[in-house]
């Protein structure tokens, strides 16, 4: 009773472990930050949804190196 009740369950459960089993990773490797891969068109080239929206977050966040500050700041 015991060892039907072992294959039974190795039956049923193996199939649901092994359909997750992907011989090759989704994500695709993220490409350097800098002017020429944050353009638009570079970044619309990545297939990976989540690569594309972590490497357009970090383009956005990057510094041209550029003061952004104001010419006269505020003094509270």
């Known amino acids: 009773m015991?060892?039907?009740a072992l294959i039974l369950i190795l039956v049923t459960v193996m199939p649901?472990?092994?359909a997750g089993c992907d011989p090759e990773p989704a994500?695709?490797?993220m490409?350097?930050?800098n002017d020429e891969n944050c353009q638009l068109e570079?970044?619309?080239q990545i297939a990976d949804?989540?690569?594309r929206e972590q490497f357009s977050g970090l383009c956005s966040r990057r510094s041209?190196?550029?003061e952004t500050l104001p010419a006269n700041?505020?003094?509270w």
């Open 16 to 18: 649901a472990f092994l």
């Open 2 to 4: 015991k060892t039907k």
């Open 64 to 66: 041209t190196g550029a």
């Open 42 to 44: 570079k970044i619309m």
């Open 31 to 33: 490409p350097e930050v």
């Open 27 to 29: 994500e695709q490797a």
């Open 49 to 51: 949804r989540t690569t």
């Open 73 to 75: 700041p505020k003094k």
